[in-house]
């Protein structure tokens, strides 16, 4: 499942912040951040919490390499082989 933004430029941007809940047996979710592509250049990954509720949200900060240029940025979600990965209040790419 991948969410994409059209032509950001996150030359001065540090870091990401992720709200999201994780319920039911998600554990290990997390948002990989890519350049350009759904399988393009990482440039973050973003572990997800634990929440124990769908409906308890929490917010979840890493760092982000720097990426001169504008770029389609994709949120790429993973857990391998889970069903129900997170339910997403918002992203924030942070300066």
């Keep these: 499942h991948t969410i994409r933004f059209a032509k950001l430029n ?3 941007t540090k ?3 992720v709200s999201a809940s994780v319920g039911g047996g998600s ?3 997390k948002v990989e951040i890519r350049l350009d592509s759904a399988t393009g250049p990482l440039v973050s ?3 997800i919490k634990f929440t124990g509720d ?3 949200f929490e917010e979840n900060k890493a760092p ?3 990426a001169p240029g504008q770029h389609d940025v ?4 993973v857990n391998p082989g889970k069903g129900g990965l997170m339910n997403l209040d918002w992203v924030q790419f942070n300066q």
Excluded: I, Q, R
């Design 27 to 29: 554990k290990g979710t």
């Design 64 to 66: 982000l390499t720097s």
């Design 74 to 77: 994709f949120l790429v979600f």
């Design 54 to 56: 769908w409906n308890k």
């Design 15 to 17: 870091s990401v912040t």
């Design 45 to 47: 990954t973003v572990d």
């Design 10 to 12: 996150l030359a001065t």
